[in-house]
């Protein structure tokens, strides 16, 4: 009995206590809220002022973007402009050194040709003059021969000339001989 009054007596003063001390928290919890609200009131102010300064900011930041990306829109704008400028030129120019590349290749398959015809057309020059050469050649032997001929015809020529003159020469004076002969 004694140690369930003397817990019971603990228990009332500890019930005071806790009676004493939710008394000082009420009383600690009012004053910290009323400082609390005072410096809630200026801090919520700073921490209001310091959100629009930042919100400025960012709206700042924001708008600079926006001109930035609607800048670089129209850029891309005018690139892509551009780009089928720039397309349409190549293609017309591939188009273009193609067709060239064909009258190219055209003009290089005639050059080769004519070259080849040529190089025959010098073959067969080539050939012709052999031929004109040799005939030439041949040519001159048959003169040189005929002249040979012509000059050994006119010595036989002019030995039987000679001949016959100096014949009718003799007969001459034969007939002379016999008439001064017949005279006498």
Do not use: P
Request: glycine share 2%; hydrophobic share 35%; charged share 35%.
């Amino acid at each position: 009995d004694a140690l369930i009054k003397e817990r019971k007596a603990q228990l009332a003063a500890l019930a005071k206590q806790v009676v004493e001390l939710e008394k000082k928290i009420v009383k600690q919890r009012d004053s910290t809220w009323r400082l609390l609200e005072a410096k809630s009131h200026k801090h919520l102010q700073k921490k209001i002022e310091l959100l629009e300064m930042r919100l400025s900011q960012v709206t700042v930041r924001y708008n600079t973007i926006m001109t930035r990306n609607d800048r670089l829109r129209e850029e891309t704008a005018s690139l892509q402009i551009q780009k089928a400028i720039y397309d349409n030129s190549y293609c017309k120019m591939e188009k273009s050194l193609a067709q060239h590349n064909r009258l190219l290749n055209a003009a290089i398959e005639q050059a080769t040709e004519d070259y080849e015809q040529w190089m025959e057309d010098l073959g067969r020059i080539s050939d012709i003059r052999d031929v004109r050469y040799r005939e030439t050649i041949q040519y001159n032997i048959r003169l040189l021969e005929r002249k040979c001929a012509l000059h050994q015809e006119t010595r036989l020529k002019n030995f039987f000339l000679s001949k016959c003159t100096d014949l009718s020469m003799l007969k001459e004076q034969a007939k002379e001989r016999e008439g001064i002969r017949g005279e006498f």
